[in-house]
């Protein structure tokens, strides 16, 4: 699998094209739940990364970046709520079709989403505690990853954790086969062109300014890291 030896920066996703079909769009967003909890490890990165510091005294706030279908910040909420913290959530996209698909979600207490940019946030001044995001970083280019990195730090007072796929030889191939059953939606067809997006930890460590942390979660995901 020689095409995975460099970041195929030119490769475009069908959900980022504004003429792709809505119907698979909107089947790809229901289907993200599934497809997150299997491959993205967010429960093991709320127990070792956020839920530690959280406070047990007042209210955390929350900001999820490019959330897309909404199922990581709703579920960070429900993770709180069983361990006895108190947290809210704002879930944020500029894409005017995630965005509506999160606005139609059913409500949730402490979860509110907006159509915005994380610089739209900063020249508000707003402030959270952490900020997070799922599968945003490999969409991005050079200039994008670098303003949506100092934003993070201006936006999250103790932590941001910006989680993504680690580019392999062997997470290619074991996520075309187990993606099989997702028909009628780009889950299969945009997952392997994002894992051809992807970073090593290496290259990402390579190209991020000082004060982030790049770590390898097994299988086949990496987090990228600063505390406030």
């Known amino acids: 699998m020689g095409f995975l030896t460099r970041r195929d920066e030119q490769a475009t996703e069908q959900m980022d094209r504004p003429d792709c079909d809505p119907v698979l769009l909107n089947n790809t967003y229901r289907q993200f739940r599934l497809i997150n909890a299997v491959v993205a490890g967010w429960r093991r990165t709320w127990a070792r990364q956020i839920r530690p510091v959280l406070s047990t005294s007042r209210t955390t706030r929350l900001l999820d970046v490019g959330s897309g279908a909404g199922d990581i910040p709703r579920a960070f909420l429900r993770w709180a709520a069983r361990d006895g913290v108190a947290l809210e959530v704002t879930a944020i996209d500029p894409d005017e079709r995630a965005h509506a698909y999160l606005a139609a979600l059913p409500p949730a207490p402490g979860f509110t989403v907006r159509r915005a940019h994380t610089a739209d946030l900063v020249a508000e001044g707003a402030e959270y505690d952490v900020v997070t995001s799922n599968h945003v970083l490999h969409h991005l280019s050079a200039t ?85």
């Open 144 to 228: 994008d990853l670098a303003s949506l990195l100092t934003d993070s730090e201006a936006l999250a007072g103790r932590l941001a954790v910006h989680s993504d796929i680690a580019r392999t030889r062997l997470g290619y191939p074991a996520f075309s086969v187990a993606t099989l059953p997702f028909p009628r939606s780009f889950i299969r067809e945009d997952g392997l062109t994002s894992i051809r997006r992807s970073y090593r930890p290496e290259e990402l460590r390579a190209v991020v300014p000082a004060g982030w942390r790049v770590e390898a979660q097994r299988p086949f995901r990496t987090l990228l890291i600063h505390r406030g």
